[in-house]
């Protein structure tokens, strides 16, 4: 099979398009024949080698993959060739005290899909049964793809780690991110009064036509001002967040009180310095989110099909353009997610 191969870190990295064997199914295994695979920031971060992880080369990058049952390896009775799936990127044991109780994204032994293991920028992925999800009808490989990792990540921001109630301040960092995309619609279905941000005027209006309630301009030096201005001085109650470094630290200058910052990444900066007098006299929390579990991609697909949630998909590369892919996200200047589709669209036809 062919399989785009990080062969040298960097930014850009080196990337080969390879024919590397055809992966087989042990017990429990299964072969995803790849329709779809969304790009993210920690593709990105895997080429530069920036991960706080030893990462072997040459590796497969890809996540958030969508497609077919191929082959399922021994004792695999609930999925049969051909079914549509889409795959939960952080791999899990599902044996310890955390996954028993469905909390797969704090796995003690948990893997990254396309890190730790080859991913789905390939034509084929060997996955492990249990980190298969089932596609809902009149969800396709590309809605899938696109919400499978960056959908599911906002899901699990706004519904597992935090509550929603009607009528909060909701702001959300990045409209025009894979996780800001999400997260806007999810928030306005949840009944809140959404704020977002965006650096450009494109941006800008994509999250309106999401539902964002207002939009501010992230490039204004003093934008936690503006957000404090639409709330009447209220503050946000809610912060999605996954910018992290001095962006982090201007969330807390619009947080209301009582008020929380979920985060979920840190692609402006890891260390962050935090005034604890206001943070404490105001009662705030700050929330880290990682991955997410089972019941957040299902809830991300299920809404998918219902029409609550859309997948904002600025392009769709062809496997042998990864490279571009690559530099197409590093630009920043994208409106949703980035697609690699290892096939011709005229073989998806089914
Ligand atoms: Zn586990």
Redesign the pocket.
């Given at each position: 099979m062919k399989a785009v191969q990080l062969t040298a870190h960097g930014s850009p990295g080196k990337f080969e398009l390879r024919d590397v064997p055809d992966p087989a199914p042990a017990a429990g295994e299964v072969v995803v024949q790849v329709q779809s695979c969304g790009l993210n920031h920690l593709d990105l971060w895997l080429e530069a080698g920036e991960l706080p992880l030893k990462v072997p080369l040459p590796r497969t990058p890809g996540g958030e993959v969508a497609g077919k049952i191929l082959q399922v390896g021994p004792g695999v009775t609930d999925w049969k060739p051909a079914d549509p799936v889409a795959v939960q990127s952080n791999l899990?044991?599902?044996?310890?005290e955390?996954?028993r109780q469905g909390d797969?994204s704090l796995?003690?032994?948990?893997e990254l899909l396309g890190v730790q293991r080859d991913g789905g920028f390939a034509e084929k992925v060997l996955v492990p049964e249990r980190a298969l999800v089932r596609l809902p009808d009149g969800v396709d490989f590309d809605t899938a793809a696109a919400l499978t990792l960056a959908g599911s990540t906002a899901m699990h921001m706004l519904t597992n780690r935090t509550q929603v109630s009607a009528g909060e301040w909701v702001l959300v960092m990045g409209a025009s991110s894979g996780v800001g995309s999400a997260a806007i619609q999810i928030a306005k279905h949840l009944g809140a009064r959404v704020i977002s941000t965006g650096s450009t005027e494109a941006k800008r209006e994509l999250g309106r036509q999401l539902g964002a309630d207002f939009m501010v301009d992230s490039t204004t030096p003093d934008w936690p001002a503006e957000v404090r201005r639409l709330t009447a001085k209220h503050g946000a109650d809610l912060v999605i967040e996954h910018i992290g470094g001095d962006v982090l630290k201007q969330v807390f200058d619009c947080l209301a009180r009582n008020g929380m910052v979920v985060t979920c990444g840190a692609t402006a900066g890891r260390e962050v310095t935090l005034n604890l007098w206001p943070f404490f006299v105001k009662q705030q929390r700050l929330i880290g989110s990682y991955g997410r579990n089972r019941a957040d991609i299902l809830m991300a697909l299920e809404w998918a099909a219902e029409g609550r949630l859309k997948p904002v998909i600025d392009t769709v590369f062809p496997l042998d353009r990864t490279p571009d892919a690559f530099a197409h996200l590093r630009s920043r200047n994208v409106l949703g997610k980035v697609l690699i589709e290892p096939f011709e669209p005229a073989s998806e036809s089914d």
């Open positions: 899990f044991c599902g044996e310890c955390f996954c797969e796995c003690l032994r948990g």
